[in-house]
């Protein structure tokens, strides 16, 4: 056969294959890829590329996950295998060893700060939304924390399920409601009946007469004290007033002098 | 970094489908061709991480890219012959319906076929020339040859792609 050149210009109209440029940007380590691990939450759909973590959601199918993370994030996504030590790694985060890295560019600097935040509150403990306000410098941004906390893309490794409203009601969760944000608490190890009971009777935070210290309810160090120490406080000016200071682990506010 | 990874994703998407069509048509097949696209544009990113910001942007991507993908193809190929046979069902055509896809299929295995068959600096030539549609100017400097050599190269290609006679054509 003869070849022409009008042949010739026809094959530079090829198109590269479906999935194309998404394989190679993963390659690059830029796009992302996802698989579904098996946690102790369930099945976990999470997305990762060349600088960690970038997103994670518990969800029905793979179709869902990826329509939320084109929502989300907007970047091309692909499944495929994960890296080998990424399932350890994963579950390490959700044990409160802390080993993982996230991808968090797609934020706003103040989003960035108030889940860098969330990540501090350790395992088993909860902080009020005014407290990632109050510490990342912006006290009267709370509203925006909570908004923040809600479009968190990586929720579960990075816990803003630790972040609850200080009446004791548990607010509005990101990775799926309420109700999730209790199950993962309660698996955490959070006494929420008994944390809604005292926010529902005003009090906020736990004083230790033999330290002269108040803690946050769910702090550490709250925890450790004898129960015939324990004096429950409404508010930091009441803390003030008994002559208590603030716990310098938990951070909770101290009164306007 | 960030600014060279946004560079990086645009390139992919403008230049993915050109890169394809020159890797067919230098290799023969689907699964080479996407292996020479991925490689040039896998190489062309860990090039650009170590260029100046200043380098990055005056970078004119199209012949550069063609170069590379010219070395990446010429390295798997060193000795071999392009491939000229298809694994049937593992390919998947952008063009609707059996028919056309089996028709173009068709015209696309021949005109492989004839490229498979020229002396490779013929074959990059004319590839350049037409399929990817630069300039000779443009293919000069991909080839790192005088416009002269590409034009004369392309010419002959063209000649035996039309079935004349080999021998005049170098007389």
Request: proline share 6%; with cysteine; net charge positive.
């Amino acid at each position: 056969m003869t070849v022409q050149t009008t042949d010739l210009k026809e094959l530079g109209r090829l198109k590269a294959p479906a999935g194309f440029s998404e394989r190679v940007l993963s390659q690059a380590g830029i796009g992302d890829t996802y698989a579904v691990f098996d946690t102790v939450l369930g099945p976990v759909h999470v997305a990762w590329n060349g600088h960690g973590v970038s997103a994670a959601m518990r969800v029905g199918s793979d179709e869902e996950f990826e329509e939320w993370f084109e929502r989300e994030v907007g970047r091309p996504l692909t499944a495929a295998a994960p890296p080998a030590d990424l399932a350890a790694r994963l579950a390490n985060e959700l044990g409160g060893r802390r080993g993982l890295r996230f991808d968090l560019r797609g934020l706003t600097e103040f989003e960035q700060s108030v889940l860098r935040k969330a990540r501090e509150i350790p395992r088993g403990q909860v902080r009020p939304y005014g407290w990632i306000a109050r510490e990342i410098g912006h006290p009267r941004a709370v509203r925006a924390v909570g908004t923040a906390l809600a479009n968190n893309p990586i929720p579960y490794f990075i816990p803003c399920h630790r972040v609850v409203r200080s009446d004791g009601v548990i607010g509005n969760y990101g990775g799926g409601g309420p109700e999730a944000k209790k199950q993962i608490l309660s698996l955490e190890g959070v006494r929420l009946s008994k944390l809604q009971e005292l926010a529902r009777s005003g009090y906020r935070y736990e004083g230790v007469r033999s330290t002269k210290i108040y803690c946050y309810p769910t702090c550490h160090h709250a925890r450790r004290a004898q129960e015939r120490n324990v004096v429950w406080l409404h508010d930091e000016a009441e803390a003030r007033a008994q002559g208590f200071r603030p716990c310098k682990v938990c951070r909770p506010p101290a009164a306007a002098a | 970094m960030e600014g060279v990874e946004r560079v990086f994703e645009r390139m992919v998407h403008e230049h993915q489908d050109r890169l394809y069509a020159l890797g067919y048509a230098l290799t023969g097949n689907r699964h080479d061709a996407e292996e020479v696209a991925q490689d040039t544009l896998l190489r062309a990113y860990r090039a650009l991480v170590t260029y100046s910001p200043d380098r990055v942007r005056e970078l004119k991507q199209r012949p550069w890219l063609h170069r590379i993908a010219i070395n990446v193809a010429r390295n798997r190929h060193r000795g071999l012959r392009p491939r000229l046979v298809e694994l049937n069902g593992s390919e998947q055509d952008t063009t609707p319906g059996p028919e056309a896809r089996a028709l173009r299929q068709a015209q696309l295995h021949d005109v492989t076929a004839a490229l498979a068959g020229l002396p490779p600096r013929y074959r990059e030539a004319v590839v350049l020339r037409y399929v990817q549609d630069l300039s000779y100017d443009e293919a000069a400097q991909v080839l790192g040859q005088p416009v002269g050599t590409v034009k004369s190269n392309v010419h002959r290609a063209l000649k035996l792609l039309r079935g004349e006679n080999h021998d005049r054509a170098n007389d």
